[in-house]
């Protein structure tokens, strides 16, 4: 089996670092997923009873553009590491057909039982797994390699519609946030837990909230009182930080942004997947991924220029059509970028070449 990288050492590591009080306690919460045994969902069903389950109402962003990007061939393996509610791996299961696989990944065992109702009949293997785990997905399933892997980051609109899920500010529910509820540590967790100092450096850096010291400030006051537990309690807090009047955008979204990729550890599991993308590939293999802010797309970025395994075939990222985004606003952020696995060493460019 491939071996495990550096950067995926390095994050296990951080199993091992307590709640200490610090900034980077948090991050001690990913070792629940990245630890965690893969559990197939036909074998272990961990979601709702059937008829609590809705039918999704998230749609697959730049769907023809991943199809175009992966090239899935009839017979091919294909990875969809972040299955959502199954509309791309629905579209890839039809490209494989009966000969190949797609092995579709979630967090959330309530978006794997949405993806399981799209793909029924189609050849998916659907796993209860973070997607930087795919290497013991893959000895689980016997496979050296994969044809195609594809990553839509972020939550979906199913995840944000769920108020029992806490994602969103526009109604009210538990301060939760947690894609997979095996998570140690929820958002309200840490918001009743860290100190000013280390909500604001959140808010800010996941956020790049201008006003993160105060709407720190104002939480640690109010939580004096008594524990803050609710999404509409937060939004409110945040919202009377604001000097001002707020423009289009409700000033909540910063930092519930925030606060959802400090409680999954959005960036760390991106870290450790684009550190092993290329040994998980097969050559001519691809890799798409699809990102939602600066943050995630700067690090596809670099990766991918800076893989020598790696070969970038789009060199500037797709994005929607304006129809596309009319009828789908989640697209208007969304960035894709593909790259392809070397097929033979000599592809590989050496150190002193420039890549593009
Ligand atoms: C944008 S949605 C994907 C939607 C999907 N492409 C579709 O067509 O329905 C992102 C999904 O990734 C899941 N997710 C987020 N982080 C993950 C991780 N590290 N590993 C696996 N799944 C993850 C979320 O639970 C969510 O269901």
Not at 264 to 283: C, F, I, R, S, Y
Request: hydrophobic share 40%.
């Amino acid at each position: 089996m491939i071996p495990i990288g550096g950067l995926r050492r390095g994050v296990a590591d951080l199993d091992r670092i307590g709640h200490a009080g610090r900034v980077g306690a948090w991050i001690a919460s990913a070792s629940a997923d990245l630890t965690s045994i893969v559990t197939p969902l036909n074998h272990e069903p961990d979601v709702p009873p059937e008829d609590s389950v809705p039918s999704a109402v998230h749609r697959p962003v730049l769907l023809d553009e991943v199809i175009a990007g992966l090239d899935p061939k009839p017979g091919a393996v294909i990875v969809d590491g972040t299955v959502g509610a199954g509309g791309h791996a629905r579209a890839i299961a039809e490209r494989v057909g009966p000969s190949g696989r797609v092995i579709g990944l979630d967090r959330d065992p309530e978006m794997l039982a949405l993806a399981e109702e799209a793909t029924t009949g189609l050849p998916v293997t659907l796993v209860n797994s973070a997607y930087s785990d795919l290497d013991r997905v893959m000895n689980d399933l016997e496979l050296d390699g994969v044809d195609g892997i594809l990553l839509d980051l972020g939550l979906s609109s199913d995840q944000l519609a769920w108020s029992h899920r806490g994602f969103s500010f526009s109604q009210d529910g538990p301060l939760d946030m947690r894609f997979d509820p095996k998570t140690r540590e929820s958002a309200a967790d840490l918001i009743n837990d860290l100190t000013a100092e280390e909500l604001a450096d959140i808010f800010f850096q996941f956020g790049e909230e201008r006003h993160s010291r105060k709407i720190a400030r104002r939480i640690v006051e109010a939580r004096r009182v008594e524990p803050i537990t609710t999404t509409a309690r937060l939004a409110d807090l945040v919202r009377k930080s604001i000097p001002g009047k707020w423009g289009p955008i409700d000033p909540a979204t910063r930092v519930f942004q925030a606060l959802r990729i400090a409680v999954n550890q959005e960036l760390e599991h991106l870290d450790v997947t684009l550190a092993n993308l290329a040994d998980w590939l097969n050559p001519g293999g691809r890799a798409a991924i699809i990102s939602f802010h600066s943050l995630e797309d700067r690090r596809v970025k670099h990766s991918f220029r800076n893989d020598p395994q790696l070969e970038v075939i789009t060199r500037k990222p797709i994005t929607a059509t304006p129809e596309e985004i009319q009828i789908n606003s989640r697209a208007r952020s969304a960035k894709l970028r593909v790259a392809e696995k070397c097929t033979r060493p000599t592809d590989i460019p050496s150190p002193t070449q420039t890549r593009t």
